[in-house]
């Protein structure tokens, strides 16, 4: 089977939390099916009755999300694959946002690009010391333009272009509590777990109309992002035509 074919998304209901889980054996990174099928489980989830809260997980250990898959940049061979690769998470990214219910992150490992992009869109995210953060596509000559409006929203334009520029170089989860990517950081996915299971059972005996109202109010001014990030995932899907591009994507693929 194809490495990008493989993988899952997976949503389970219970007790009104829907628990939305994505795994794929490549340090869960995301290619364009598994990016199409995490942004319809969060829309149904949205539209559920049968739920007021979405925790959105991966699975393993080690890494949260490592982000784009490298194996579809490497096939990417014209302009119009390029931006449909890329507005796979615009199209996460944007789900999030205009779900009318609050999505909690639960970041277990390291994220990397597009799976920063991730954790930052969420409405509340929380993780463990190992939870290290990098945006790594300068490396790589392109640049977190998809998912730079959610991460600067959540830590602000001084941190987003700190990660932007040192490309290279993890942040620590620490950092990233102190600029506001989490909002809580464990010593221990066991921790981290029994927080957020206690944390999501207080938040669904909640008023969800007043929840509903209150993610309007933190997502005002956003309205504009279906257009925005359709922008910026042509303006990737060009740079990953790149010479510099390719060869920088060949070299991580035979490292």
């Not at 869960?28 to 942004?39: E, V, Y």
């Amino acid at each position: 089977m194809d490495k990008t074919q493989q993988g899952s998304v997976k949503s389970v209901t219970k007790d009104q939390i829907t628990t939305i889980t994505f795994y794929h054996p490549s340090h869960n990174s995301l290619p364009g099916n598994l990016l199409a099928a995490l942004k319809e489980a969060i829309e149904q989830a949205g539209q559920s009755e049968d739920s007021v809260l979405i925790l959105l997980k991966s699975e393993g250990e080690r890494t949260f999300c490592a982000g784009a898959s490298f194996n579809e940049l490497v096939a990417i061979s014209d302009d119009k694959s390029g931006k449909e690769f890329f507005s796979g998470f615009a199209n996460v990214i944007n789900a999030i946002r205009k779900c009318p219910k609050l999505v909690i992150g639960r970041v277990q490992g390291k994220a990397v690009g597009g799976g920063v992009g991730i954790a930052a869109a969420c409405d509340y995210c929380m993780a463990t010391k190992y939870a290290s953060a990098k945006l790594s596509e300068l490396a790589v000559g392109i640049g977190p333009f998809v998912i730079g409006p959610a991460v600067e929203r959540k830590v602000g334009l001084s941190a987003f272009s700190q990660m932007a520029i040192n490309a290279t170089e993890w942040q620590t989860a620490a950092w990233a509590k102190q600029k506001g990517l989490y909002t809580e950081v464990f010593e221990t996915i066991q921790q981290l777990d029994e927080y957020t299971a206690e944390f999501l059972k207080t938040l669904s005996s909640m008023n969800p109309i007043a929840m509903t109202e209150l993610k309007k109010v933190f997502w005002e001014g956003t309205d504009h992002w279906d257009d925005l990030l359709a922008v910026r995932a042509e303006m990737s899907g060009k740079l990953v035509l790149s010479d510099f591009s390719k060869n920088a994507i060949s070299k991580f693929l035979t490292a």
